[in-house]
């Protein structure tokens, strides 16, 4: 029976990690479009952040935030797939040409973050799943 409670709560754990990571996305992606659709991006992340809070549980996933930055420079480095340099596009009617970045620093970024929320996850898990002594046991 302990077996099953320890998969169950890992899935839990992943699950709001999840949830936490789009919740992250949805305020990075409020932040950097405020004067835009950042407005009605924010109550809903703010929402979803509401109700993962009053779930028995959810801080363990809360390390999903850092992992849900990634989003809009994943976004970013998708836009700049052509790049770096100028990209010329040609259509019935004409040529089109515009200036890209370099989409591997964006990348890179994105997954830097990716990497540092899981490793903060995986670090808390392991924390937690070790035996609360009372001791100084050498």
Do not use: H
């Not at 305020?27 to 950097?32: D, P």
């Not at 970024?109 to 924390?127: C, D, N, Q, S, Y």
């Amino acid at each position: 029976m302990n077996a099953f409670r320890t998969a169950e709560t890992t899935r839990r754990g992943w699950g709001f990690f999840a949830a936490w990571a789009v919740v992250g996305a949805g305020f990075a992606l409020a932040l950097l479009t405020v004067l835009s659709i950042g407005l009605f991006v924010l109550p809903v992340a703010a929402g979803l952040a509401l109700l993962l809070v009053r779930l028995k549980g959810s801080e363990r996933g809360l390390p999903g935030i850092v992992s849900g930055l990634s989003a809009p420079l994943l976004y970013v480095a998708y836009l700049n797939r052509s790049g770096p340099g100028t990209v010329c596009t040609r259509s019935g009617t004409g040529e089109m040409c515009e200036e890209q970045w370099n989409p591997w620093l964006w990348l890179a970024a994105a997954l830097i973050a990716v990497v540092g929320g899981v490793v903060v996850m995986l670090a808390v898990r392991r924390r937690q799943e070790q035996p609360r002594g009372g001791g100084w046991d050498t």
